[in-house]
């Protein structure tokens, strides 16, 4: 490293090799109210939470100096979402969803969006190729410890789609 690192209760100093690790997972669960319900789509405003844990840690081999700190940020979002059949098994779909926040000891920012198109398999089950595009901007503060997450991704998904109701 080029400066010296306080990190946690360590302190890796100027010129020695750094080990690190980091770990993100991101649990998203959202619900979809269909304002505007037609018999070949719907159009609809979601509402959801993102939770999104990491993880960092920073060791030096020959000191033998490791320390790790966590941090889970709880994110909710609002958005939009909508589907039209195009025919009975290939559908368009699509969604938008973002989050905002600056409070006390955290800020963060939040933004996904997807579009896609589903091919279903019976009326419960689809095969779905979408494209995803999420950015995600969290900082959080907690006992002394600053952390934050700049992270996002944009690429195809495939997924398997199972359908309650409709």
Do not use: M
């Not at 980091?22 to 609809?44: H, N, P, Q």
């Not at 002394?144 to 991704?153: A, N």
Request: glycine content about 10%.
């Amino acid at each position: 490293i080029d400066e010296t690192i306080e990190f946690g209760d360590e302190v890796f100093e100027i010129d020695t090799v750094v080990t690190s690790d980091s770990d993100l997972t991101i649990t998203k669960v959202d619900y979809t109210f269909a304002v505007i319900e037609r018999e070949r789509g719907y159009l609809g405003v979601t509402g959801g939470l993102y939770v999104a844990q990491t993880k960092l840690a920073l060791s030096e081999q020959s000191l033998g100096t490791f320390e790790s700190e966590d941090l889970t940020a709880p994110l909710p979002v609002i958005g939009f979402r909508g589907d039209y059949d195009v025919t009975d098994r290939l559908s368009l779909g699509g969604a938008a969803q973002w989050f905002s926040i600056d409070i006390d000891d955290a800020s963060g920012s939040l933004r996904d969006f997807y579009v896609g198109v589903d091919y279903a398999l019976s009326q419960a089950i689809a095969l779905g190729l979408a494209y995803n595009d999420v950015t995600v901007d969290i900082e959080a503060k907690d006992s002394g410890f600053v952390g934050h997450v700049d992270w996002g991704y944009d690429g195809w998904l495939l997924y398997l789609k199972a359908r309650f109701g409709r």
